[in-house]
């Protein structure tokens, strides 16, 4: 909270991210009526969200029954994303009103939602000043918009993105991106690398393949963006195209979500 205090933004970092057209650089998951949802840029915990309200208000009173409803309902769903999405074994909630009581930004409330496993805490928030975070943001933001797509967009497949460790290619299936059916059980992420782990020496997230807005999410397939090296066995099945000769060859859609996969994971 230090760091979100000492930031030198101008204005409100939430109001400012509501009115960003990037949805993706201000990480926004989610988008609703009256409410949205946001990763802290400095989470207390991998995959720590807030649950914000589009009003700039400081306390629950000033807000509409509405605003107040959904933000019920969103903490709720998001819970049960997160327990999927993270394989967290519980969860913190709670809103700091006012900066007597610990908030960072007093003036926009905002409801706290931080995955917690157990033995997570350690002495490194009192020796060291810092916490130590396992997953870096873009990956942990693509994990839950991918699931956003599936759970209020009832997306049933998602698209692939296996590109070179240097970001030089990126392998096709019948001169597309590859899709992957979605399981109901399993995070979008999982069955993504689960399906792909066989045929990888190595394999890693990088972040969302798709648009930047939460909006489109309604239409568009979810994409994930991934770090693929071919096993042996598997070179000649997952051939890496050039950049150049995947944008010539790949439907219009499909060579759209490579140029916004690119131009944030290069
Ligand atoms: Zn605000």
Redesign the pocket.
Known sequence: MAYVAGTAEPG????NA?ASNDDVGSLIVYRGVYAFVILNLYPYNTGHLMVVPNA?VRDPAALSSGARAEMAELTASFCTGLRLVMGCDGLNIGMNLGSAAGAGIA??LHQHIVPRWIGDANFMPIVGGTKVLPELLPATYAKIRAEVARQKFAAGSVIVLLMAPDRSGVCLSDEALPRLPVASDTSVWRTVLNAIAPQAAACELLGWGGASSTVSDAAELPALAISFTPSVAATATCRLWSLGEAGSLLPDDDRAVLLHAVSRVA
Request: charged share 10%; glycine share 0%.
């Open positions: 409100c970092v939430f109001c509501l700039h003036d926009h």
